[in-house]
């Protein structure tokens, strides 16, 4: 493999536990090695469900730290030793690390922080003192990157008007979501018995069982729509609401219907198999999994959160959009859908398309 500094390309992240931004940055990182970049993915602990979708031309380093911020010291060692052209991190304490490392280090590598969550909403749903003063260490931290990343316009709003970003200083660019590794993964063969010709739909959920999720209005949804007609429920995720929604499904009488089956390593053949996608998110940066389910041929349902899918669904255009946290509502819009399903035309998630976003990254770390 080449060793030439300028052709080597950091990402760094907390670990890859399963979410969204980790999906991304292996988009990215596999992308990125195939232009001929040596690629280096940096974790502060390398832990998580996605582990075995490293690829090989990807060398990944384990910092070995016990948290976020016990990785910097080995992150400055990093950057020393290996001095990559470009950093790229996410997630809000990784940016800060990221944006620290650099400065600590002294090295020429361009830093880009990507933000993949709503800043406001992340404040008003703080557990921690630190989180609610978020837009202040993220101001402070930030001034040392060379570029920050919105994964939506929602999301860049928020960075220059809420968080104080400067407004040069901040691009759009959306997620590389639509790959040809997506529509092969769905379709591989699915052997379960809620699928079959013969039963009634399946309404699917996808994410990590935590509250920005908000399954419980989902779950509640589902009830409405099963008062009206046979219908499932399935929701992959794994995550600390488990408990509180398995006592919900047991209060509503749902334990026949709605299924938790956990962490899926490929969701794609549920998701095509699937009568209707819903997003019930409380906020997001941009979801991925709605662009996911419209690539795949699903149609979707979402609540109309900050941000993202009114974005992506073009102001309902292509999905139908319900009130955060309105379980009638999105019970009619899940109603609705199943009698009247929309698919999306494939012109409109170009804007998705793994080749189309790396070209505005190449760019952004070319040039800045």
Known sequence: MSTQPQKRIAFYMPSLAGGGAQRVFLHLARGFAERGYE???????????????????????????????????GLVRYLRDEQPYALLSALDHANAVAACARKVARVPTRVIVTVHSTPSQVVAN????????????????????????????????ELVHYVGVSPEKVKVIYNPIVTPELFEKAEEPLDHPWFRDSEPPVILGVGRLTK????????????????????????????????????LIRELGLEEDVALPGFVQNPYPYMKRAAVFVLSSRWEGLPTV???????????????????????LQDRQWGCLAPVGDSASLAECILYTLNY????PETILERFLLEAVLEEYHSLVGTG
């Open 39 to 73: 690629v280096h993915l940096v974790l502060a602990r390398a832990q998580g469900p996605y582990l075995p979708q490293v690829p090989p031309c990807v060398r990944m380093i384990d910092l070995g730290a016990s948290r976020v911020l016990a990785s910097l010291p």
């Open 126 to 157: 703080a557990r921690t003192l630190r989180m609610r003063l978020m837009p202040l260490w993220t101001r402070f931290f930030y001034r040392w990157a060379d570029r920050v990343v919105a994964v939506s316009q929602g999301v860049a709003h």
């Open 212 to 247: 920005p999720k908000d399954f419980p209005t989902l779950i509640r949804a589902f009830a409405l729509v099963r008062q009206q007609r046979p219908v499932r429920l399935m929701i992959l995720g794994e995550g600390e609401e488990r408990p509180e929604l398995e006592r």
């Open 290 to 312: 709605l662009v996911e389910a419209m690539a795949i041929g699903t149609p979707v349902v979402a609540t109309d959160c900050p941000s993202g899918p009114r974005e992506i």
């Open 341 to 344: 399903p929309r698919r999306v």
